[in-house]
């Protein structure tokens, strides 16, 4: 916009004054420079690509050592959730009828990809009838990352079931997938633990635990190949 000063001579009645005030003209067309903002639709694919997969990894950094709390609710994305229920999910497919090939392991990937989902949305859905102050995608963005610690569980158990199978491999397995569950139940309350009142922290609590902690049993039950 393109501002001036501009004075009329005024007349009325006989007696001569003046009067002044400023005129706005939007500018066609020509850019001005320093008001000029930055347009992602002009960035390489490239830069784009490689500033969100830093974002995601920052955030699972974060996840890993949870200590600033607002990291993972400033900007949220479904990226990394996503990511992880589909390794989950592909990780813990066709477990049982792997070896007589009777089940292509659909249904099972089907139903750890809605069981991450929806038990994110229900939870979430609880935090916000308790009245904590984070929006619906924050808190399953939190949540959905927060799913690393079991992930990283489930690929170490998945490891471990190449050798022979012994008590004190299955011990192994429950330990390491149990650690993986305390460390997300850990994180996912560090970062919406602020966002309840005070008095109702509890009651969102045990959601997130529950949830956790059937995904984290998944991955003792169903590695069993």
Same mark, same amino acid.
């Given at each position: +916009? ?15 004054? *003046? ?12 850019? #001005? ?16 690509? +490689?500033?969100?997969?830093?974002? *995601? ?13 607002? #990291? ?12 992880? @229920?589909?390794? +989950?999910?592909? &990780? ?34 609880? @935090? ?7 929006? !619906?995608?924050?808190?399953? @963005?939190?949540?959905?990352? $927060? ?9 170490? @158990? ?11 491999? &299955? ?9 993986? !569950? ?8 560090? !970062? ?16 997130? $635990? ?16």
């Amino acid at each position: +916009m393109t501002t001036f000063d501009a004075k009329y001579d005024m007349y009325p009645a006989g007696d001569v004054g *003046v009067v002044e005030g400023e005129m706005n003209i939007p500018n066609r067309g020509v850019p #001005s420079g320093d008001s000029m903002e930055f347009n992602t639709l002009d960035e390489p694919i490239k830069e784009t690509f +490689m500033r969100d997969l830093r974002a *995601v990894g920052n955030k699972f950094y974060h996840v890993l050592i949870p200590r600033e709390k607002t #990291s993972l609710l400033k900007e949220w994305d479904l990226w990394g959730p996503l990511l992880l @229920c589909t390794l +989950m999910a592909t &990780f813990l497919q066709g477990s049982k009828d792997h070896l007589d090939n009777t089940n292509d392991g659909g249904p099972e990937f089907a139903e750890v990809f809605v069981l991450v989902w929806i038990g994110a949305a229900i939870v979430t859905l609880n @935090c916000k009838l308790l009245g904590g102050n984070i929006s !619906f995608f924050q808190s399953v @963005c939190v949540l959905g990352y $927060c799913l690393f610690p079991i992930a990283l569980a489930l690929i170490i @158990c998945r490891l471990i079931l190449f050798s022979t199978q012994t008590t004190f491999l &299955f011990f192994l397995r429950l330990v390491i997938s149990m650690g993986g !569950f305390m460390w997300a139940t850990f994180a996912a309350t560090k !970062f919406l633990g602020d966002s309840q009142p005070a008095g109702r922290k509890a009651l969102a609590v045990y959601p997130i $635990c529950l949830f956790y902690f059937i995904l984290s049993w998944l991955v003792v039950s169903h590695s069993n190949v």
